[in-house]
C-alpha cells in the first residue's frame, strides 16, 4: 500500500526558502510536486524519475526550485528558493506514471498536501 505524507510548508517572505519533503511508503517510483492555489487548478510543479537521473519543471519554477531524492530514506524533496507569492497554494507530492506527466491525469496516488504562503 502506497502512502504519501509531506511536510515542510509554512509562511515565508518574498525571496525566501522553504524545503518540502515527501516520505513515500510502498516502493520506488517516479515522484512529483503540484500545488493548488486558491480559486486555480491543481498544476505540476516539479517530477523525478524512481533513480533521480531525471527531473523536471515547470517553466515558471526552473532554476529556482529543485526536486531531488533519497531512496534510503524513501524521500523526495522540494527545495523553494526565491519565492514570490504567486508560489502560494497547497503542495502535493503524487506518485506518477513518468517523468512526461504534466496534469492529475497521469497520478496514480496523492498525499494530503502541505501549505505554503508566501507573503509580499
Known amino acids: 500500500q502506497v502512502q504519501l505524507v509531506e511536510s515542510g510548508g509554512g509562511l515565508v517572505q518574498a525571496g525566501g526558502s522553504l524545503r518540502l519533503s515527501c516520505v513515500a511508503s510502498g516502493g520506488t517510483f517516479a515522484m512529483g510536486w503540484f500545488r493548488q492555489a486558491p480559486a486555480k487548478e491543481r498544476e505540476f510543479v516539479a517530477a523525478i524519475s524512481w533513480s533521480g537521473g531525471i527531473t523536471t519543471y515547470l517553466d515558471s519554477v526552473k532554476g529556482r526550485f529543485t526536486i531531488s531524492r533519497d531512496n534510503a530514506k524513501q524521500t523526495v524533496y522540494l527545495q523553494m528558493n526565491s519565492l514570490k507569492p504567486e508560489d502560494t497554494g497547497v503542495y502535493y507530492c503524487?506518485?506518477?506514471?513518468?517523468?512526461?506527466?504534466?496534469?492529475?491525469?497521469?497520478?496514480?496516488?496523492w498525499g494530503k498536501g502541505t501549505l505554503v504562503t508566501v507573503s509580499s
Open positions: 503524487a506518485v506518477i506514471r513518468s517523468t512526461a506527466v504534466r496534469t492529475s491525469l497521469g497520478v496514480n496516488y
